[in-house]
């Protein structure tokens, strides 16, 4: 019988969805399940995205050019990249499938086999994924929850660097800890990436969510640091179009563009109908993101309040994004998650949490944490909560 391929044997499941089945099973058992595992907001998408689809009329769908349509582009630097004070050329500019296949090729850009590119861990588990298929070696820099992740100084990242580091990678701000990097991390960080010569890849899907009065700054707008930023973003998010599936890449290095440029190609383009839908979300004015922004941190501060009154419990506050990663008072957050799904109802209703673990990369880190994902409205959050509270009480006793 032939073989599948080694990289592809050890491939990691989601640690995100792995779960899912255990979940879905409860929901045909008849159980109600509040998911607090997945970043899938229940806000509503910019009322422009919904009229674009409306409105979108075909009788054939043609290809895109492979960077996204004209328009579209045009639309993100303009409605979007120079309102927030960022200058990009439409040619310093790509629409991707989402972030997810920009940052699969910025690893191909950037990146031979067994290259090494740095992160901070916890970091977004599906950059394992990525780095797998593409051969490239993650190497994680540890941050402590009991330290609310802060980053280490940089005399410390500096020892994780060597001739095979080709770029650090950022998410700002941070999932699965809702960090958010201030000015003098950044300068900090983009200092090293110029003496080292190596990139700086700065995943920015969560920009908008920010909760501290510092205004934000892009891996783009250090100075000096140009030829050596990548950065990626992407609708999912910002306008929660998950489903459309619309991301870009950005950067001032021609050479970087060029050769994505021939990705692009080779993949032919991205999703029309995504384009279409994110062409119209583009319209959303100041007021919907600071509605968003102020319901994100009524959630925020409520789950955080609930999760540190739970005994056993500890959560850093966030200061951006919509997760934060909790210490539970259990051995394996992992058989806790699954037994909530399998195990434990509290009036025919459950709850599903993200284990930690497969956040870090250090062997034997964030067993007892897991990333709960504040993405519901308040009233639901005080049942999900109510319920984890309770579900950890049992779990408790059971195991003793």
């Known amino acids: 019988m032939p073989k599948i391929a080694h990289t592809a044997s050890i491939m990691p499941e989601s640690a995100i969805r792995k779960l899912t089945p255990y979940a879905d099973q409860a929901k045909a058992d008849g159980i109600k399940v509040y998911h607090l595992n997945i970043g899938a907001p229940d806000i509503k998408s910019p009322s422009g995205a919904v009229k674009a689809l409306k409105e979108f009329k075909f009788d054939h769908l043609p290809y895109s050019n492979s960077s996204g349509t004209f328009a ?6 303009e409605k979007y990249y120079r309102r927030i004070g960022i200058d990009v050329d439409i040619d310093e500019m790509l ?20 290259d090494e590119v740095l992160v ?55 999932n699965p800890t809702g960090v958010l990097y201030t000015k003098d991390d950044l300068m900090k960080i ?13 995943d920015e899907a969560y920009r908008e969510f920010c909760y501290t009065d510092e205004p934000y700054l892009s891996a783009l707008q250090i100075p000096g640091l140009s030829q050596n930023v990548i950065l990626v973003d992407s609708a999912s998010k910002r306008y929660n179009l998950c489903g459309a599936r619309i991301g870009c890449i950005i950067t001032h290095n021609k050479d970087v563009m060029g050769v994505m440029t021939r990705m692009a190609q080779a993949r032919l383009c991205p999703p029309v109908l995504g384009q279409t839908v994110t062409y119209g979300a583009l319209d959303a004015d100041r007021k919907y993101f600071d509605a968003v922004r102020k319901e994100y941190i009524a959630r925020r501060d409520f789950t955080h309040a609930a999760l540190n009154a739970i005994p056993g419990v ?73 319920i984890l509270e309770e579900a950890l009480k049992t779990y408790k006793d059971n195991i003793q």
């Not at 579209?72 to 630097?77: K, P, Q």
């Not at 629409?95 to 067994?114: H, I, K, N, R, Y």
């Not at 990436?193 to 890849?201: E, G, M, P, S």
């Not at 951006?320 to 434990?344: I, N, Q």
């Open 95 to 114: 629409v991707t499938v989402a972030g997810s296949e920009a940052l699969t090729m910025v690893f191909q850009a950037v990146c031979d086999p067994d």
């Open 72 to 77: 579209l582009r045009r639309a993100i630097i």
């Open 120 to 174: 901070f861990e916890p970091y977004y588990c599906n950059y394992n994924a990525l780095a797998l298929m593409n051969r490239v070696t993650i190497k994680a820099v540890h941050t402590d929850i009991s330290e609310g992740f802060r980053i280490p100084p940089v005399e410390e990242l500096e020892k994780h660097v060597t001739p095979r580091t080709r770029a650090i990678l950022l998410c700002n701000p941070g």
């Open 190 to 202: 983009g200092d090293l990436c110029r003496r080292h010569d190596i990139f700086l890849v700065s």
């Open 314 to 386: 500890f959560a850093p506050l966030p200061t951006g994004a919509f997760y934060m990663v909790a210490k539970l008072p259990v051995k394996s957050a992992e058989d806790f998650a699954k037994w909530l799904l399998t195990d434990f109802r509290l009036d025919s209703e459950t709850v599903m949490i993200t284990p930690a673990a497969p956040f870090y990369n250090t062997p034997g880190c964030g067993l007892d944490q897991a990333r709960i994902a504040y993405v519901l409205e308040v009233p639901e959050l005080r049942k999900a909560l109510h």
